[in-house]
């Protein structure tokens, strides 16, 4: 591609020296070797949406009280701790693990969407989706390990 020579624009004739782009008086392109390619537009092609699964502790249970058979709903921090129910005021421990305690749901707050989830025990250590925002979730029942 050789550069401007000089000479008369060949828009509006003005001499214009050599080695310019674009004429000083009409702003004309001087070689037309500089002129731009029209470059095709890609087609739109949509990222694939990324699925992020996250791991979620349970927040606390729903558990029948052993003497009146009521639901309570009770936090995850008193696992092991005796309790009183509100209904009828027998006193209980908590335990999760024991079968008795399983016969109702655990809560979960949904990490995408930070709503609250009640979940069936068997619903433990798999992967589920909010009902809210469709967010993946693996249910534990500890608290996720810091990365």
């Known amino acids: ?28 392109l001087l070689n037309p070797d500089l002129a731009p390619e029209r470059a095709p537009v890609p087609e739109f092609a949509p990222l694939p949406e990324l699925e992020i699964m996250v791991d979620a502790a349970a927040a606390g249970y729903f558990v029948a009280c052993p003497a009146c058979e009521h639901e309570l709903r009770i936090r995850r921090k008193f696992r092991g701790m005796r309790l009183q129910c509100k209904f009828c005021s027998a006193t209980f421990q908590l335990d999760p693990s024991a079968a008795e305690s399983r016969n109702i749901a655990l809560f979960v707050d949904c990490p995408h969407c930070r709503r609250e989830l009640r979940a069936a025990w068997k619903y433990l250590n798999t992967k ?11 249910l534990v029942d500890e608290e996720p390990a810091p990365e």
């Open 1 to 28: 591609m050789p550069a401007w020579p000089g000479g008369p624009c060949p828009e509006c004739g003005d001499y214009m020296p050599e080695k310019l782009i674009h004429c000083q008086t009409c702003r004309a």
């Open 128 to 138: 589920v989706v909010c009902k809210h925002c469709r967010g993946q979730i693996h």
